[in-house]
């Protein structure tokens, strides 16, 4: 009894294997079914999948690694034009005064909290 073959090709003169894909479940001959790829970084890595003509997926070119070309090679002694930086810092005391450097000089500034007109027991909204 010869049972159903799917799309198979079956000749008793040249016999050849079958194989069932690994995506849509028809059967196929071996020779038919092609193995499935996809990029992993820089190259093609074999994901292990016999699949059919219908079923193979194109590699998909935005998981591939982009290479980047390397830097130019930087100059022998090279002379940049000098220019004045400020550098600014701040350093939080426990009086609610930030004391600031900048170009040597410190100045010292009083933070103050607005208050909240919402907030309970401010005076704003109190009837």
Known sequence: MVGPH?????DSR?????????RCGFLY????????????????QNLMRLVCQD???????Q???II?????????NPRSEQYTAEVISYMYTATN?????MNGTVMIREIR????????????LDP
């Not at 001959?29 to 093609?44: A, E, F, I, M, V």
């Not at 980047?68 to 022998?76: K, Q, T």
């Not at 005064?97 to 450097?101: D, F, G, N, R």
């Open 6 to 10: 799917g799309r198979a090709r079956i």
């Open 14 to 22: 040249r016999p050849e294997a079958l194989a069932v894909c690994d």
């Open 29 to 44: 001959n071996h020779s038919d079914l092609q193995w499935q790829y996809q990029w992993t970084g820089t190259r093609l």
């Open 55 to 61: 079923c193979l997926d194109i590699p998909q070119e």
């Open 63 to 65: 998981i591939r690694s």
């Open 68 to 76: 980047l070309p390397p830097d130019p090679l930087p100059i022998l």
């Open 97 to 101: 005064k930030v004391m600031t450097q």
């Open 113 to 124: 909290i607005t208050p909240n007109p919402e907030a309970p027991g401010t005076g704003y």
